[in-house]
């Protein structure tokens, strides 16, 4: 079992960055991918970025994110952040911190239904 714990959502002037951290409990976090999914109202949730664990932290991210945001993880302190500059009033999201270690190939790294384990969420507010 794992737990997700989120922080560091807020609001922000669009331009600005944010930084988002979740912490993991349990003892094989780095076995672990972990990503990054958002859902704004109305929408359903999306992929933003992924880490992969074992495999040598090979990175995916959304192509509406690519060059603003990154993705990066510390195991030792089974934590995995979203780096997020640039921001647009369209990154306006809940943004959930999910893992899997399932073993997935190509487009199924991107799919909601493949994550078993998810956070409760932060709000990031990009205002124009």
């Known amino acids: 079992q794992v737990q997700l714990v989120e922080s560091g959502g807020g609001l922000v002037q669009a331009g600005g960055s944010l930084r988002l951290s979740c912490t993991a409990s349990g003892r094989t976090f780095s076995s672990y991918a972990m990503g990054w999914f958002r859902q704004a109202p109305g929408k359903e949730r999306e992929f933003v970025a992924i880490i992969r664990g074992s495999g040598g932290g090979i990175i995916y991210y959304a192509d509406s994110v690519r060059g603003r945001f990154t993705i990066s993880r510390d195991n030792a302190k089974n934590t995995v952040f979203l780096q997020m500059n640039s921001l647009k009033p369209e990154d306006t999201a809940v943004y959930y911190c999910?893992?899997?270690?399932?073993?997935?190939?190509?487009?199924?790294?991107?799919?909601?239904?493949?994550?078993?384990?998810w956070g409760q969420g932060t709000q990031v507010t990009v205002s124009s």
């Open positions: 999910a893992a899997t270690n399932r073993v997935l190939y190509g487009s199924r790294w991107y799919g909601v239904e493949e994550y078993d384990y």
